[in-house]
């Protein structure tokens, strides 16, 4: 196995460009995403997203059950613009409100 040395700058760059490679509830959730739990149990499409003031998506809302959970963006990994996944489980987004 071959290893390189970097600079620290040059490792603190690849090793940040590593972090924004994986998708972000920012960049990729949208409204019709399909939200499901990390064991692969479909909870629903997004139908809202919440933002803060200055415009950063704390939470989602989806419908479960005939209403809407309210899921915390903190908790949510968008694969795409049309997959996501929620570290919670399916009974703890239907206790959300």
């Keep these: ?3 390189v040395a970097l600079p620290v700058a040059a490792q603190a760059e690849t090793e940040a460009s590593a972090a924004t490679a994986v998708a972000s509830p920012a960049s990729e959730l949208r409204v019709g995403t399909v939200l499901s739990t990390a064991d692969g149990r479909r909870v629903g499409r997004v139908s ?7 415009g950063t998506p ?3 809302s989806v419908i479960v059950d005939g209403r809407f959970a309210i899921v915390p963006i903190s ?4 694969k795409n613009k049309s997959v996501a996944t929620t570290t919670l489980t ?8």
Aim: cysteine-free.
């Design 1 to 3: 196995m071959l290893s």
């Design 48 to 54: 809202r997203i919440y933002k803060s003031k200055d």
């Design 58 to 60: 704390v939470s989602a």
């Design 75 to 78: 908790t949510i990994t968008a």
């Design 90 to 97: 399916l009974a703890e987004v239907r206790k959300l409100k």
